[in-house]
């Protein structure tokens, strides 16, 4: 309970030497009597949303409210973890009708453009689209929208769109740590599209296919050692695989390219028990073949619900996401307890000076919990 009550800026070597009279004033609205010159606190907190607050906001989808919510999963900061875990409880029965599309390739392959244009199309049949996308490209950014924004301006305007972009791509390659919680709150808010953008850096596209329900590759036109140079590794990833910007003079080559890739894919292990990768052209300049894209995957859906495939999945996935949450909590619970805030400095500072070895002390550590 004390515990609580110590600021977040509290001296790690000393954490129980600390005004918790800050922390009231944060904390205990009401007070202002003697607590006059925290007033600025006490705003500050009273202008946070409640869970109550965000849950309902979320279910009446409200963009606002749904972008603070994913903010506070997203957070990082001790003081948020708790309040993130109670609203993603209460929003978990309420999420999960939707389809999960995750698609990656190389930078320059034209996902962010290809999002723009079959996001605004799944808009205008109906749909609620979400995005959860990271432009890498973008360092001075922390990889976050700006460079996407002339690409995705009439989805981030449509009433029926939503784009969440990611904060710092990290060496996860614009996988985003809480993307899986920030796709269930999006769903939860009536989304029933989610499309997570991702970029082929690293374990990115293995973390992406274990969220989503279809993945899709885009790819362009190129020579065939290119092609052979390919990771067949990511290949057999996906559940389809688009050759991109199949327009003007690159139509004929495109649809060259095409064919050589699924005679690739037919020796290749599908990513889905049952289905069969196929490579497809489209261009999202001039739309041709997005209609198509839909439809492979509302046939790929339809399939997977039939034999069972799909649910299971996704049972596998969310047996996935318990483990991690329970990695999560253990490891808020390690890094808080108060042994640990206090021997953590003084075993770094040991460890950095060459005078103790990391792995008797972990040891000694691991009694903690
Ligand atoms: N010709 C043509 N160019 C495209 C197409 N899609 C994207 N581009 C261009 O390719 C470049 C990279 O697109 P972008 O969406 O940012 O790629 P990302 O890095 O994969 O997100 C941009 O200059 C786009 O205008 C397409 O279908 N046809
Ligand atoms: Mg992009």
Redesign the pocket.
């Given at each position: 309970m004390d515990e609580d009550k110590k600021p977040e800026w509290s001296d790690a070597n000393e954490p129980n030497k600390c005004s918790s009279v800050i922390r009231k004033g944060l904390v205990q609205e009401g007070q202002s009597s003697s607590l006059q010159k925290n007033v600025r606190f006490q705003k500050r907190s009273s202008s946070e949303a409640s869970v109550e607050e965000l849950y309902e906001g979320v279910l009446s989808g409200d963009r606002g409210l749904l972008a603070r919510s994913i903010t506070l999963v997203e957070s990082n900061a001790e003081q948020h973890f708790q309040k993130a875990q109670n609203l993603l409880q209460k929003l978990l029965t309420h999420s999960g009708n939707s389809i999960r599309i995750g698609i990656t390739?190389v930078?320059?392959?034209?996902?962010?453009?290809?999002i723009e244009a079959f996001g605004t199309y799944l808009c205008n049949l109906g749909h609620r689209v979400a995005v959860l996308a990271i432009?890498p490209?973008s360092k001075v950014s922390g990889g976050s929208i700006l460079g996407?924004k002339t690409?995705m301006e009439q989805l981030a305007r449509n009433p029926r769109g939503f784009i969440r972009p990611s904060p710092a791509a990290g060496k996860l390659g614009g996988v985003h740590r809480k993307t899986r919680e920030a796709m269930l709150i999006c769903e939860a808010a009536g989304f029933d599209v989610i499309l997570v953008?991702t970029v082929g850096v690293g374990q990115s596209e293995v973390i992406i296919r274990d969220m989503v329900d279809f993945f899709l590759l885009?790819v362009l036109t190129g020579a065939g050692d290119e092609l052979q140079g390919m990771k067949k590794g990511i290949m057999e990833l996906a559940d389809a695989l688009i050759v991109?910007?199949a327009?003007?003079t690159?139509k004929q080559k495109a649809e060259q390219t095409r064919k050589e890739y699924n005679r690739i894919l037919h020796f290749l292990q599908p990513a889905t028990k049952g289905w069969s990768t196929k490579a497809y052209t489209c261009?999202?300049?001039s739309g041709e073949g997005i209609e198509a894209i839909w439809e492979i995957v509302k046939a790929y859906q339809k399939k997977g619900k039939e034999t069972g495939v799909f649910e299971d999945r996704r049972n596998g996935q969310k047996r996935e996401w318990i483990y991690s949450m329970i990695t999560d909590q253990l490891q808020y619970s390690f890094f808080r307890h108060p042994d640990v805030r206090l021997m953590l400095p003084q075993l770094e500072n040991e460890v950095m000076a060459g005078k103790k070895q990391l792995h008797p002390l972990s040891i000694h550590f691991s009694m903690l919990i």
């Open positions: 390739g930078p320059g392959a034209g996902k962010s453009t290809f432009d490209s996407d690409r953008e885009l991109h910007k327009d003007g690159n261009s999202s300049i």
